[in-house]
């Protein structure tokens, strides 16, 4: 359930500022840059139109790193 709740949360998150950074909100230039970077579905979108870039390998790959280093923390933690 939390897995679920974590991706629900990630994915429809993403796309709600998403729209709010499209939508005209009085955000900044890179803060709505970075709304765009972490959508999920636009990664997708873009390599389902066949378009290959290195910035999602490099945003999935770190993001797997950081998640396994924090996972490792904990399990040291609790040793």
Avoid: C
């Amino acid at each position: 359930m939390l897995s679920f709740t974590t991706l629900f949360v990630v994915i429809i998150g993403g796309q709600q500022l998403g729209n709010i950074a499209e939508g005209g909100a009085d955000l900044s230039f890179w803060m709505s840059e970075m709304v765009n970077y972490l959508q999920i579905f636009q990664h997708l979108d873009d390599f389902s139109r066949g378009v290959i870039d290195t910035r999602p390998f490099f945003y999935y790959t770190s993001t797997g790193v950081l998640l396994l280093g924090l996972s490792t923390l904990v399990i040291e933690a609790k040793a």
